[in-house]
Each structure stands twice: as structure tokens, then as C-alpha cells.
């Protein structure tokens, strides 16, 4: 069997280990007879996945008892309407505008709730990663909302910004799980699983118990953070599959060390290639070396003629999916944890190679 290092920044590759585990266990799970897929959610066997897989998300992540864990559906696309619909109180949000998510997440707000920008890098194309502290907060806004790794850009936050009293939203679906957090930090934090936990589908939403229970009026049922709180994620059929691949990932991550191990081998692989980029007089980085994200790693050919060139010759030695998204241009390489450090190297010793052949 022939697997590619798959750069993609999502969905993303997952540990071979999981996909092994997922496909012994498919026909028959556990001699029920069946695969996980067709499990009732109400079952004894399905409410074992569902309830395991948050002992391990709390236990990974160090998350405190006064946090709820929601398993939902929707993605974080959803979570830009659900946060406002369930936050709002006076009637106003801050914002941090750090790239395309950050936008977006903006945008839908608008609907419901009045959105002040505090702070943006757009001036520089969304290079580098704004300073927030309490100072440009409003403390009568009713929460501040960060994208904690730039998916895009390549940007990411490098501390968890102050924000006194007021809950801090933190968008993390591309680096949740990839370092170790303070989730007491956080009112909210919410991250589409395809990137770092499992398969599309599933969207985790960890909240702090003050902020379940005040949704609007007019909060759709499904969006409604207690909805889910009360009913342990069962109010309807949550995505069961994607339950059961976001525990073997949590499993896998466990067994390797957990977050501390994570982040270790995550900051390493990313130091490699940027450390090779930084000498290399042929490729180069867009981003600000003080706000570099270490999941997500853009890099350009100055003659970005070659673009083109460099994706296609990369992909015939097995390196997928390097094309930089369209606002930035040239490559992007992802790291998310599933990566092995072999991929890097490979993707480096390819990169000599057409630098030596294209100088
Ligand atoms: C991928 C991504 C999203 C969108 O996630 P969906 O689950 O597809 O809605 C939002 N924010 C960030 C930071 C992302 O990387």
C-alpha cells in the first residue's frame, strides 16, 4: 500500500495507526455484529465511544470541570453564528481581524450582533498577528473573538491575549490539540474537527458553564449551546462516526505523550522547514517570523512562474497537496499532527532538489 505525504490543510491526513484501528474495527465493533455507523446513538456501545472520547478531550486538553464539552455538527462556520446567538448580552462583540476565518467569522456576527474590529493586520496583507491586550478592549463588549492559528496566512497567535473580564472566543479548528493551552483562559472555544481530530463532520465546542443558558430568543435550537450541554450532545443524532475517529485520535495522541509530546515534535518539524527557508536564497516566507504558525506553513518562489511547476513535480514524488491558498499564492505545507517528521524531510530534500535545478 502506497500512502503520500498529504499536506493538505484540511481535511487532513490522519495517523495511519487510527486509520488501521478504524478499519479492523469496521464490519463488526466490538461483536456487536455491526459497524459503528449503523450503532444506534442511543446504544450502550455508542454512549461508551461518545463519553470516552470526552474523558480523553478533557483529560488531553487539562480542561477545567467548569467547562462543558459539546460534540456538534455544522463545522466552525456554524460556530460564527452560534457564538453571537449564544454570548449576546449587551448587544456587542469585539473582533480581532487576523485573516480570510477571522473575515468571515466577522461577517456572519454582523447578523446578530454589533461587531467592532479592535485590531487587523489587513494593512499587511495578514502577515503578522496584531497586539491585543486590555487596553484596546471594550469591557462592556460581550465577549472577544481571536482565530488562534491563521489557517490561510500561516499566522498564529503566540500568547493567549489578556482579556480581563470579558469571555474570550478563540476559533482554534487549526491548532487545537497541536500545543499545550490554558483552557481557563478561554469563555469559548470551538474548532472544526477535519483538521486536527478527526474527520469533517464533527465540530467541537468547549464553554464555560456561565456562558450556557442565555441564548437569544431567537437562537435556532440546534445552535443553542445548551441544547447540547443538557442532552450530553445526544439532543439529536450527532455525527457517531466522527465521535468514534476523534476518539482514536485522542487514543493515539494519549499513547504518544499527549500535548506536551505534541508540541515538541510539532514546533521541531516546523523549525526544520523554516529554518530551511530562512537560508535558502531561492525560497522564501511571507510571514513575520514573531507570529509564524507551526501548523500551517506558506512559502513563495519569487519567480512564482514556477508555482506550477514546484506542486505538480512535488506531487509525482508523493508530496501532496502543497498549492498555497489563492489569497496568498505560491506553497503552503501543513503540519498537523498526524504528520510524521518523515514527511518533512522528504518535502526538504524535494525542495533542494528544484532549487538546485531551477537556480
Ligand atoms: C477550516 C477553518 C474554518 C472552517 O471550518 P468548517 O468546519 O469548514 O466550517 C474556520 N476557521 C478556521 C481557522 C479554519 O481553519
Known sequence: MKRVHNFSAGPSMLPLEVLEKAQAELPNYK?????????????GLFTDIITEAESLLRELMNIPD????????????????????????????DYVNTGSWSKKAMKEAKKFIEVNEIASSEDENFT???????????????????????????????????TGNVPLVADMSSNILSEEI???????????????????????????????GNASEQCPTMLDYQTHSESGSLYNTPPTYGVYMAKLVFEWLKELGGLKEMQARNEKQAALLYDYVAQSSFYASPVKEDSRSIMNIPFVIPNRDLDGEFVKAAQAEGLETLKGHRSVGGMRASFYNAMPVEGVEDLITFMKKFEKEHQ
Open 31 to 43: 461483536d456487536s455484529g455491526m459497524s459503528v455507523m449503523e450503532l444506534s446513538h442511543r446504544s
Open 66 to 93: 467548569n467547562y462543558k464539552v459539546l460534540f456538534v455538527q455544522g463545522g466552525a462556520s456554524q460556530q460564527f453564528a452560534a457564538v453571537p446567538l449564544n454570548l449576546k448580552k449587551n448587544g456587542k462583540a
Open 128 to 162: 503578522y498577528i496584531p497586539k491585543v491586550n486590555t487596553s484596546i478592549i471594550d469591557s462592556e463588549a460581550d465577549y472577544v473573538h481571536i482565530t488562534t492559528n491563521n489557517t490561510i496566512e500561516g499566522t498564529a497567535f503566540q500568547e493567549i491575549p489578556d
Open 182 to 212: 490554558d483552557v481557563s483562559k478561554f469563555g469559548v472555544i470551538y474548532a472544526g474537527a477535519q483538521k486536527n481530530i478527526g474527520p469533517a463532520g464533527l465540530t467541537v465546542v468547549i464553554v464555560r458553564d456561565d456562558l450556557v
